[in-house]
């Protein structure tokens, strides 16, 4: 994940192995590829409601963590009415 160093102070989100999904601001991160986001919050995708947010602030990432890391287009996002999308949430990935 060398790479990453394109993302720093970009916004992103990352999909975990555990089904959650974070959006935040890439701070940081090392050679083991943990990650350090700030302004972060989880996304809770559900059915029956829509997009629930919830605040995580500074938020540390383990690399072994991480399926994916993809930047956000801010201003797409800013337009997208997260209350209006209805989604089933990620499974967790089982070995």
Same mark, same amino acid.
């Given at each position: 994940? &060398? &790479?990453?160093?394109?993302?720093?102070?970009?916004?992103?989100?990352?999909?975990?192995?555990?089904? /959650? !999904?974070? @959006?935040?601001?890439?701070?940081?991160?090392?050679?083991?590829?943990? @990650? @350090? =986001?700030?302004? &972060?919050?989880? /996304?809770?995708? &559900?059915?029956?409601?829509?997009?629930? +947010?919830?605040?995580?602030?500074?938020?540390?990432?383990?690399?072994?963590?991480? @399926? =994916?890391?993809? +930047?956000?287009? +801010?201003?797409?996002? /800013?337009?997208?009415?997260?209350?209006?999308?209805? !989604? +089933?949430?990620?499974?967790?990935? /089982?070995?």
């Amino acid at each position: 994940m &060398s &790479s990453l160093q394109g993302y720093v102070d970009r916004r992103v989100l990352l999909v975990l192995q555990d089904g /959650r !999904a974070i @959006v935040g601001v890439l701070a940081g991160y090392d050679q083991k590829s943990n @990650v @350090v =986001l700030s302004d &972060s919050k989880e /996304r809770i995708y &559900s059915i029956d409601e829509g997009v629930e +947010e919830v605040e995580l602030g500074l938020y540390l990432v383990k690399g072994d963590m991480i @399926v =994916l890391i993809g +930047e956000i287009d +801010e201003a797409i996002d /800013r337009a997208v009415d997260l209350a209006s999308i209805r !989604a +089933e949430p990620i499974l967790p990935i /089982r070995y």
